[in-house]
């Protein structure tokens, strides 16, 4: 069996700018595995004889003290909060303000900024994905990067562009290092972006992806399962026609469904004359 080319430096580099690696720690990498080395005294201290190496000391028990935290919000209590932030919203304006304003979720912390939303905020369509990569942490704006060129391509192929539609995300901060939300995080952040769809009011709402089909339309069925199908989304005061179809990143990485996507986007175009009636 032939062993696979050692990958060159520029494909490396490309390797990790898409995993989220976009800065360095140091300098200098660190051998972490490697022993500390003693002091300059203590070495020729040794190598004189006047003395031994030093020996370990082992700190009693009771005389150690953890280091403290700054505490964090418990998660139900960060839900709660998030709920209640929410339901005063009177505008995407006010919502929009509350996010900047909000401390319950730690991804805050690490984003640069906060990723609310593109596009006409009467829109008759909305989409939404999951979060934030690099290049929208960067311009603050959702679906910017390489997948936002081909979502934008793809709402092109029906007749739509950015000015007809709204675009967000379940999490307005980027992730770091470009992880999956972790369910705790997505919770508390669950109640601004179903706020935010209560505003808007689409018509169609459009979910981009498994995460964001399982998260608003309440299934655990997979995308092969979801996509293409109407479900009903209910914000409490109407039901508004809902279809789940591939995140484009996902078709950057399996072209070959992009037919199938294609279906989809034909379907919701076939539908948007039907929601006026």
Same mark, same amino acid.
């Given at each position: 069996m032939t062993p696979e080319p050692a990958p060159t430096v520029s494909q490396l580099l490309a390797f990790y700018l898409e995993a989220g690696v976009d800065c360095a720690l140091a300098d200098e990498p660190i051998d972490r595995l490697a022993e500390p080395e003693a002091p300059?005294? !203590?070495k020729a201290a040794v190598a004189s004889g006047e003395a031994s190496p030093?020996?370990?000391v082992r700190m009693?028990?009771?005389a150690f003290v953890a280091p403290t935290a700054e505490p964090s919000p418990a998660p139900d209590a960060a839900i709660a909060?998030?709920?209640e932030a929410a339901r005063s919203a009177a505008s995407l304006e006010v919502l929009r303000d509350l996010?900047?304003?909000?401390d319950g979720c730690a991804l805050k912390s690490t984003a640069t900024r906060l990723v609310f939303a593109d596009g006409n905020p009467k829109?008759?369509?909305?989409? !939404?994905?999951?979060?934030?990569g690099r290049d929208e942490d960067i311009e603050g704006l959702p679906f910017v990067g390489r997948s936002g060129k081909l979502l934008d391509r793809m709402i092109a192929?029906?007749?739509l562009d950015r000015t007809k539609v709204y675009i967000a995300n379940v999490i307005p901060w980027r992730p770091p290092g470009d992880r999956t939300p972790t369910p705790q995080e997505t919770q508390i952040c669950l109640p601004f972006i179903q706020r935010q769809i209560e505003l808007v009011d689409p018509d169609i709402l459009v979910t981009l992806g498994n995460p964001s089909t399982q998260t608003l339309l309440s299934t655990g069925e997979g995308i092969m399962k979801t996509r293409g199908r109407w479900f009903e989304y209910d914000t409490g005061t109407r039901i508004i026609r809902a279809m789940a179809t591939f995140h484009p990143a996902y078709l950057l990485r399996s072209p070959s469904y992009k037919r199938l996507a294609w279906q989809d986007l034909r379907a919701?175009?076939?539908?948007l004359p039907q929601t006026t009636q």
């Open positions: 300059a005294a !203590v030093p020996r370990p009693p028990q009771a909060s998030a709920r996010l900047e304003k909000f829109a008759r369509i909305m989409f !939404v994905g999951e979060a934030p192929a029906i007749g919701i175009a076939k539908a």
